[in-house]
C-alpha cells in the first residue's frame, strides 16, 4: 500500500468513528482541501499539494514530547531576550497544541488556556471557543502553541478570537511550518522546523 492509500485508509476510517474534516485534518496534519480530497476523490485522481507529518514517534511517548516542548521554550523564550516581553498565559490549540503548551506552561509558571478551532465545532455556524475548566485570557499576554502550521487559517482565527476577548497574542509558537510563514496578522511566528518544497 502507498502513502497516499494509507492517508486515504486513515481518512476514511476517522470519518467513520465520527471525527470532522477538522479533526481529520488535525489528526493527519493535513489542510482541509487535502483531506476533503482524501475524502472524496477516487484513488487515481491527482491530489492537492500538501505534505503529511507524521510526528507520532514523538508525540506519543510523553519524555520525548516534554523534550519537543523544552527545545520550543529554550528556542524561542530563552533566545528570544525580551523581544515578546512577559508572557502571561500559553494557549495550546486542541488537539496537538495542548499537551505541549501544557509542558511549557507548567515548566514557566505560566497559566494555561486551551482553544478549540472552530474546525472541530459541530455546529451549523462554526465558531472558536476556549475551554472552561482551563484560564481566561482577558488581559493577558499569550504565546499560543501549535503543532503544524498547515494554511494558516487556524492560526489567524486563534488570533482574532484572543484579540476579540481582549487578549495580547505576542507569538506564536509551533513544532512544524509548512508554508514558511514569519507572522500572521502580525504576531511573529516561530517554528522549530520549516518545511520547503523545491522547484
Known sequence: MSALEE??????ALQAEGHT???ISDELGLS???VTWLLTQPKDAEAPEDVHVDWTAVGSHGALLSDMAMMMLKRFFYLAGDDEGELDTVVGIAPSGVPLATLIAAEEELKLAVYLPAKHSRNETPTGSLAGTFAAITGQRCVIIDDVVTTG????????FLRRHGATPVAV???FDKRGVREIDGVPVHSLFVISRLG
Not at 492517508?7 to 476514511?12: C, R, S, V, Y
Not at 487559517?153 to 482574532?160: D, K, M, R, S, V
Open 7 to 12: 492517508l486515504i485508509t486513515k481518512a476514511k
Open 21 to 23: 474534516p477538522g479533526q
Open 32 to 34: 482541509m482541501e487535502t
Open 153 to 160: 487559517t487556524t492560526l489567524a482565527g486563534t488570533i482574532e
Open 173 to 175: 509558537w509551533s513544532l
